[in-house]
């Protein structure tokens, strides 16, 4: 073996260069597949190991009081497949409850209260982070996430229900499953009227929506049919979460499989390129002794050993890298509190890298090599630098006949004569156009998608009102008034109103946001991916994410509390993003927001209006005004924007040491015919001229292949986005290509090609050729 | 011994003044100073080492010297960039190596045609002009064959085709038989000797002794960088071959 180990030693320093550029090869692909593994495990790993530790419902059901009993509930709940309950507890929803005291923590519009007698129940495990479980009447424990930090229980702090009920707050407490805003005594609860009867379960099977149906169907058998108003399921909290990494995780995929795919051709082209270059050295080997098998390790060892380092500190950088991505990713996710902690690259990635590269690698030079173990060695001795003939030659003679300046039609000759090693290079020119191709469309469709959400192209300046309460002074106008002001202003062209309530949906426990307009919204509405903006009355639109939680349809009613009451709403559209519903029935919902009034207005201006300046005139309509121009740029696209291009620029990196590496074989194999072309007296340049176009041509083929191959890439995986990320995307976000700019992308090809083969063609043209014109 | 003298300075197609070459502490050339005139068959000969293809690659400016100066068909070699060395190389100079270096690529015809091609012909007056050459030399029917399927004979007249494409003042041979059988190795004899007698002004680096006798009329012997001995030879005889004749178009 130590011979091996020697020859192969020798083998990599003979070949420097190529040991290096395997390296970094590797390193970047395994910096990807860890960072990409990382990831994908973040989507569910974390989660389900947090969620399982706190005994988090898999379902919370609500039931009607009035139409079935707590013993009902129970009895029903001891059904196959149930693994464990907890419940049923009263449960009662106070609407824009207050908070006295001078730390409060913000509780929302539409606040559910649960009653239970204890925190460690087997079910939705509570972990008191502060004070005791409430002991009688008039006390209360606050959900409040472990993210918050430590809270102190202070004497003066207390809930005030709109009924005026004073609840003391002697606790925090934190739920993975978010049942609930805040826990009393089961006594104090039915106090509260409570408007239902909470119940949790956890099941045997879990995995898919299906099974939790099932699993449900089978714990309420022989209940009366409308006593379940509704049901939670923990997969919606988890598919929320799984958002965040789902932003990254298509594109990091086809980066990271692009990335493999590239380092496997350059592997293949660098290892036969050496057998081939090697021809005599694998002949003196076999003739010193060395058996077909040893032959074939030195060619194994040559490459493995550079794998193995590459592999070693790309797993390190991509821990790192992924570590962050992993944190970015559910970062300012709604309930990242249970796995913000947690989440990081998971040990078992790193030996799969390490390990998987490596074998990988081996792999593609697996066939190489066993040519080499192939070859007798005496026809390996005296092949010498003989070349192959006999490929390509009617296109020589078409070529040499041309008009082109002979250097150049020389070079486009070259291809024809090594198709196996034009066919890896053609390859890795095609993976790295595709990669620049699909790369831009991703940026400009999240461009884009930033557009759609902020509306920058339809609104061009957001005023907003001051909260008296933090923020004072507040307008001194009514809403009214300040949308008259405002249409008064030169330069308005469109105004709308808007104000977010919080509300309940009817058979849900969860709180939904609800969006208010008024004003010019037909002018101002964002861009539906269904349906048509509101026309009449109990009309709403919802956001893509509420579509997709609630499995919606056009033409669907949904009931949402109003101040009237509970109100029958039928969907009409469904927008991209923003709150779960919008509706412009003002009267009806605004009263439900804790300012009762407009929290800020839209501004479209007319042409050519300034918005910088229009906006400090609307902030002077009023001192409780403040105004911003709307060209707001959001983090998520800041970040997807530099993880592209870093993704992008390591691949186009990979890409041209692909063609270097390449050419450098070519000159290398063909170091006798230039040095040959120079004593009948081609210039430098025009042997630099012969190489370069040599992948030139391979490149611009490359452009003109790789080109729709990466928009067809950004096709898939834009959408695929979308639904990882729960949102529908409007078609507009597909159309980001013009035709000049889809041409100089098929040209990007040929540079991409000509970089690689810059260097190796000027030191092929510097180099001096007498000695090799004399040997054979 | 140096022959420097007695030459019509419009003869004189390569004079080279007290060169010397370096490389590292050896001087592979060592104040070497020889002139060749026009139509003149020189061979130059010496053992492994001696110093005889560095002075070829002075010469044909594939090296510079260290010292000295090196003038070929009037131009000053020192004075002339990669670019005008290159220029140069393919106006004035042919060259026949050992081992042919044809173009595998190309066929026999296209490889002749490629020098004519460097200097701006068309690609069809290159061809005509190449199978001109390549039916003086013999081997017009073998025009579309590779060089890998030719005898080494063919191989080198195809070569030397080449190197006569542009009219060179001067054709470098360096050791033109040393890859061929005895029978092409006279072939190739009896072409050189041939292209001379019409004027064609010939340098050929050898080992071999009866190359020199047969198509050389001076020889010089290097030896440790310095000529050894400059001289005339006797008997260097030869008819000319019925295959050549105007086509070679041979500069004086």
């Known amino acids: ?91 009662a929803v106070l609407h824009s409850p207050s908070e006295t005291g001078d730390h409060p923590i913000g509780m929302s519009g539409a606040f559910t209260v649960v009653g239970r007698d204890r925190p460690d129940t087997p079910v939705d495990t509570l972990e008191l982070g502060a004070g005791h479980w409430p002991t009688g009447p008039g006390e209360i424990v606050l959900n409040a996430p472990p993210s918050i930090g430590r809270l102190e229980i202070r004497s003066e702090h207390e809930v005030v229900t709109p009924d005026g009920v004073r609840l003391k707050v002697v606790g925090y407490a934190s739920s993975a499953g978010r049942s609930a805003g805040g826990w009393v005594t089961p006594d104090q609860a039915r106090a509260l009227h409570p408007a239902s009867l909470q119940m949790m379960y956890r ?68 290892v036969s390129g050496a057998v081939v270059a090697g021809f005599r050295h694998i002949g003196v080997l ?149 990669t620049v191709t699909m790369a831009l469309g991703i940026s400009a469709s999240v461009i884009e998608f930033g557009q759609v959400r902020n509306q920058t192209d339809r609104i061009q300046v957001r005023v907003d009102l001051n909260d008296p309460e933090w923020n004072p002074p507040g307008p001194a106008h009514s809403d009214d008034q300040l949308l008259a002001l405002l249409r008064s202003l030169p330069g308005t062209a469109h105004v709308s109103a808007r104000s977010v309530v919080e509300t309940r949906l009817a058979g849900s426990p969860d709180a939904v946001r609800v969006g208010v307009e008024s004003g010019d919204t037909a002018e101002l509405h964002p861009d539906l991916v269904r349906g048509r903006w509101i026309e009449g009355p109990d009309e709403v639109v919802v956001s893509s994410g509420f579509w997709h939680r609630r499995g919606l349809s056009l033409g669907d009613t949904i009931t949402l509390d109003s101040s009237d009451g509970p109100r029958p709403q039928r969907i009409v559209g469904e927008t991209t993003d923003g709150w779960d519903v919008t509706t412009l029935d003002w009267n009806r919902f605004i009263p439900l927001s804790p300012v009762r009034r407009a929290q800020g207005f839209s501004v479209q201006l007319t042409e050519g209006t300034d918005p910088q300046a229009y906006a400090a005139a609307a902030a002077g309509t009023d001192p409780g005004l403040h105004a911003s121009v709307n060209d707001a740029s959001d983090t998520i696209e800041k970040v997807v924007i530099s993880v592209v291009s870093t993704l992008t620029l390591m691949l186009i990196t990979v890409s041209g040491l692909g063609v270097f590496n390449t050419v450098l074989l070519n000159t290398r194999e063909r170091r006798r015919n230039l040095g040959m072309l120079k004593s009948i007296g081609m210039t430098p340049r025009q042997v630099t001229a012969m190489v370069v176009t040599s992948v030139a041509a391979l490149g611009a083929v490359g452009g003109i292949i790789g080109a729709p191959l990466g928009m067809l890439a950004h096709r898939i995986i834009v959408p695929m986005t979308g639904r990882g990320t729960g949102l529908d995307l409007p078609d507009s976000l597909l159309r980001v290509w013009s035709w000049p700019a889809v041409a100089l992308l098929a040209l990007s090809g ?19 050729v007498a000695e090799v014109l004399r040997t054979e | 011994m140096t022959n420097t003298g007695g030459y019509e300075e419009r003869d004189v197609v390569v004079r080279l003044t007290d060169v010397r070459k370096d490389f590292g502490d050896h001087a592979a050339l060592d104040g070497v100073s020889l002139t060749i005139g026009a139509g003149e068959a020189v061979a130059v000969m010496g053992p492994s080492g001696s110093g005889k293809s560095t002075l070829l690659n002075m010469v044909s400016g594939l090296d510079r010297p260290t010292g000295g100066s090196v003038v070929v068909g009037g131009e000053d070699l020192a004075r002339l960039g990669e670019k005008g060395l290159a220029l140069f190389r393919r106006r ?84 033109p038989t040393g890859a061929l059988d005895s029978r092409s190795g006279d072939q190739v004899m009896q072409l050189l000797t041939d292209l001379n007698r019409l004027g064609q002004t010939l340098l050929i680096v050898t080992h071999d002794p009866r190359l020199a006798a047969r198509c050389a009329r001076r020889v010089i012997e290097v030896a440790d960088g310095r000529i050894a001995r400059d001289g005339s030879v006797d008997g260097a005889t030869g008819t000319v071959g019925a295959g050549v004749a105007g086509a070679t178009g041979v500069a004086r």
């Open chain 1, 286 to 434: 076999k003739a010193l002794g060395f058996t077909p098998n040893q032959v074939t390790a030195v060619y194994l060892v040559m490459v493995t050993v550079p794998a193995v380092i590459g592999s070693a500190l790309g797993s390190v950088i991509g821990g790192l890298v992924g570590k962050k991505l992993v944190h970015q990713a559910f970062f300012g996710i709604f309930g990242n509190e249970l796995v913000i902690d947690r989440a990081t690259v998971p040990t078992w990635v790193h030996p799969v890298v390490l390990i998987g590269m490596p074998v990988l690698v081996a792999l593609s030079a697996l066939v190489a090599a066993l040519r080499a173990r192939r070859l007798p060695a005496a026809v390996a001795i005296s092949a010498g630098g003989a070349q192959r003939t006999g490929r390509g030659l009617a296109v020589q003679r078409k070529l040499g006949g041309s008009r082109l300046p002979r250097p150049v039609s020389l070079g486009l000759g070259w291809p024809f004569t090594r198709p196996g090693r034009t066919a890896l290079t053609l390859s890795t020119v095609v993976l790295g156009v595709m």
């Open chain 1, 1 to 91: 073996m130590s011979a091996v180990w020697r020859a192969a030693r020798a083998a990599v320093r003979r070949r420097r260069f190529q040991t290096f550029v395997l390296g970094v090869v590797v390193m970047v692909s395994s910096a990807m597949a860890v960072a990409t593994l990382g990831l994908l495990a973040a989507v569910s790993g974390p989660f389900d190991r947090a969620y399982d530790a706190a005994n988090g419902a898999h379902v919370t059901a609500e039931f009607d009081g009035s139409k079935v009993t707590a013993a009902q509930i129970a009895r029903a709940a001891d059904a196959p497949g149930v693994t464990a309950v907890a419940g049923p507890y009263p449960a």
């Open chain 1, 203 to 270: 099941f045997a099977d879990a995995g898919s929506d299906s099974a939790l149906k099932a699993g449900t169907a089978a714990a309420t058998r022989g209940l009366p049919p409308d006593a379940l108003t509704g049901t939670g399921s923990y997969l919606a909290l988890k598919a929320n979460l799984a958002k965040g990494p789902n932003t990254y995780v298509p594109f990091l995929t086809v980066f990271g499989v692009l990335g493999l795919i590239v380092s496997v051709l350059i592997v293949g082209n660098v």
């Open chain 2, 92 to 175: 004035r100079i042919g060259m026949v190596f050992q081992f042919f270096n044809l173009l595998d690529d190309l066929p026999a015809l296209d490889n002749v045609a490629l020098s004519g091609q460097l200097v701006g012909m068309k690609a069809r007056a290159a061809r005509e002009r190449a199978l001109e050459l390549m039916d003086e030399l013999g081997i017009a029917d073998r025009r579309d064959i590779h060089p890998a399927s030719l005898s080494g004979g063919e191989r080198q007249r195809v070569a030397t085709a080449r190197a006569l494409m542009n009219r060179p003042a001067l054709l470098l041979a360096d050791e």
């Open chain 1, 750 to 768: 040929a540079v991409i090609a000509a970089l690689g083969a810059y260097l190796p063609a000027r030191s092929a043209a510097r180099a001096p």
